[in-house]
């Protein structure tokens, strides 16, 4: 797509006088941020505005994204889905006026998100429909924890029913016959999505995006009331707590506090997500877990003037917030 085609004065609904919009979306935990990270630092010459959608009150997720040339927005405390889609609109009306300083569009959901709102905002604001086209639903799948988020939370369902392409990521984490096992039951929720396995979100950008694959049709043909129904409500019990320090984190007592309450925990904790200043270091630490499973690393420098500020988010069901509390506290350094 052209700057030109996106700044001609008559632009409309057609579809290569919009602006393509991808909505990447997925459970908690299912790599939605690694794959982000992977569009952004691919050498694929395109320019990428991204919208980033958190739940709870502490944003960590625009922390966790690679630095790059993409402008970022955050939006925290809501879910895109629920209370925060009249901010979705401003955030892409303002867009709007900027065309030509990108190519296409990212929003990447909460993992509580059912997708069908978010791509209800493409069809029902006219001002919205006039200026972008849902370009496809992507949807990461976590193999190891997908079946027993099937039961428990009905948005890993919709999350899936809704995709036009699903990635079946972390499949190093089990076996052939397991991700046998998965590949049916997502085929059986929706057997006309285009699939891909990964293990790092490892997935080909050219597969993803700019593939005109949003079939309105079939979402009608699935959800007659797409176009006019308005509801949502989110897994009984999931909430989110989160925290920021000023004072650096020791990464021994880090380890040893966040290694025993996964071991205790990790079945509540869905998601733990956290970007860590360890003393002494002039990189950011990026810690992730989901449920007992954890991951972290250095993911660049801190930035010029930014506050080496920690911060953690716990979402999941029980938590006891002043305990949590408490327990990150007590890894700073001392005063």
Known sequence: MSDTTMTAPEAGPAADATVPVTVLTGFLGAGKTTLLNRILTENHGRRYAVIINEFGELGVDNDLVVDSDEEIFEMNNGCICCTVRGDLIR??????????????????????????????TFFVDEGVRARARLD??????????????????????????????????KTDLVTAAELAE???RVRAIN???????ATRADVPVATLLDRDAFALDRILAMDPNFLTEDTHSHAQG????????????????????????LAEKGADL?????????????????????????????????KPGEPRRSKIVFIGRDLNRPQLRRGFEACQVPA
């Open 238 to 261: 999931i909430y989110s707590v989160s925290f920021a320090v000023d004072r650096p984190i020791d990464p021994e007592k880090f380890q040893s506090w966040i290694g025993g309450l």
């Open 136 to 169: 496809a639903i992507v949807t990461m799948v976590d193999a190891r924890n997908l079946p027993a988020r099937l039961e428990d939370s009905p948005e890993a369902s919709a999350q899936i029913a809704f995709a036009d392409i699903v990635i079946i990521n």
């Open 191 to 197: 057997p006309l999505a285009t699939l891909h396995h």
């Open 182 to 184: 998965v590949e049916a």
């Open 270 to 302: 869905l998601r733990t997500k956290g970007v860590i200043a360890h003393p002494g270091e002039d990189r950011r630490f990026a810690f992730q877990a989901v449920h007992m499973i954890a991951d972290g690393d250095y993911i660049g420098p801190w």
């Open 91 to 120: 955030i892409l009306g303002g867009l709007f006026k900027r065309a030509g300083r990108f190519d296409g569009i990212i929003v990447e959901t909460t993992g509580l998100a059912n997708p069908a709102p978010v791509a209800q």
